[in-house]
Structure formats: structure tokens, C-alpha cells
């Protein structure tokens, strides 16, 4: 099975609620590259697919974080399938339709210069991060407070420029779990699983 067979079938099992299904056709549609779309430029999933795979992976390790039982017993994080569905393999739409692939010049390993291509950043939509995942999910569906809340802060501390925003991001951790909760799957999925750390690990 593929990442984009098992990210349809996932959703299409998890995610009813109204608008899902015309929210799913724009993905698979010519006017989006989510299936194909990279996740990052240089480090986590920098290769075609790798923004599904890393969808994929940050809903793994979400259902793995919230099935512990402390997590609803202590915590009291206790969330419907289709939530921990739509916030992990939606949490990072903003990356659709982002990055574009380049040419630049580079030496091979006979020293001689060839062009070899790259992804940058071609932002359309500049309208943050986790809040235009919120923005084009919310053109299809409904979002509960809590969910737009997850994603809309599942970058957690990382993203948080000033005194501010890292208040902002302390404050949606406490009034919401869930996004302290996707923030942990997506922190594993990067780095663990297919970031940085994994590649020092292979060598």
C-alpha cells in the first residue's frame, strides 16, 4: 500500500463529518501536490511524498501518545478517532501548493558542475503556519475550538518569536491538550522518525 492509499483509506474510515469528502477531492485533485508535495526544504521528508508520509507518520504517533491510559485517566485526553484523524493528517495542509522544485549548480562526484535540482519555498498563500492549515481546512468543514487550536498551534514553542507568542503557545497547551498532544507526535515524527536524528543513526 501506499502513503497516498493509506492516508485515503485512514481518512475516508475516520473523518465523516460534512465537507470531508469535497476536502479530500481537492487533495487528490490536479490543483493540489499534497501527495506529492515534500515536507520541508532540507531536513524532515525533503522528497517528493514525503508531506503525506510525514502526515502519516505524526497520526501514528499521535494514536500511539493518546492510547496510553494515563494520558485519559491523568490528563483527561480523551478524543474521538475522527479528531486525532483530522488534526494529524491535516496539521500540516499549509505545506500544499508551497515548494517548487529548483536548479542550482553543484559539483558531482567527478568535480565536475551539473545542475541538480532542489526544493524552495514559493508561498502563494502567505498566512502563517498552523493558522493557514486552520484557514483552508475550514473552507471544506467545521473545526471544533480544540481541533483548530491543536493545529493551529502544533509547532509548539518552535514557531514562537517573541514573549508574546510563546505566552500564546503556553496558555493553548494548558486550555487545550490536544495540541500539546500533536505537538509531541509531530516533535517524534520529525526527528525520530524521519529527521536529522534517524539519518545519524543509519550511518
Wanted: aromatic share 14%.
Amino acid at each position: 500500500m501506499t502513503a497516498k492509499d493509506e492516508f485515503i483509506q485512514i481518512y475516508q474510515e475516520k473523518i465523516q463529518r460534512t465537507g470531508a469528502q469535497r476536502l479530500l477531492d481537492y487533495l487528490t485533485s490536479e490543483a493540489s501536490d499534497f501527495f506529492t508535495a515534500p515536507s520541508s526544504t532540507r531536513f524532515h521528508g525533503a522528497c517528493e511524498g514525503g508531506l503525506v508520509q510525514h502526515s502519516l507518520n505524526v497520526y501514528h504517533c499521535l494514536t500511539d501518545y493518546l492510547s496510553r491510559p494515563r494520558t485519559k485517566e491523568i490528563y483527561h485526553m480523551d478524543y474521538s478517532e475522527e479528531t486525532i484523524a483530522l488534526v494529524a493528517l491535516l496539521h500540516d495542509l499549509c505545506k500544499m501548493n508551497f515548494y517548487v522544485v529548483d536548479y542550482r549548480n553543484a559539483k558531482n562526484a567527478k568535480g565536475a558542475w551539473e545542475k541538480v535540482p532542489y526544493y524552495r519555498i514559493d508561498d502563494q498563500l502567505p498566512y502563517g503556519h498552523g493558522e493557514k492549515s486552520v484557514y483552508i481546512i475550514s473552507g471544506y468543514m467545521r473545526l471544533s475550538r480544540e481541533e483548530a487550536f491543536a493545529i493551529r498551534y502544533h509547532m509548539g514553542f518552535s514557531n514562537a518569536a517573541n514573549s508574546e507568542q510563546i505566552n500564546n503557545v503556553g496558555k493553548a497547551f494548558e486550555l487545550f491538550p490536544l495540541a500539546f498532544a500533536l505537538n509531541v507526535a509531530d516533535m517524534e515524527a520529525t526527528y525520530y522518525l524521519e529527521g536529522i536524528l534517524k539519518q545519524d543513526k543509519s550511518n
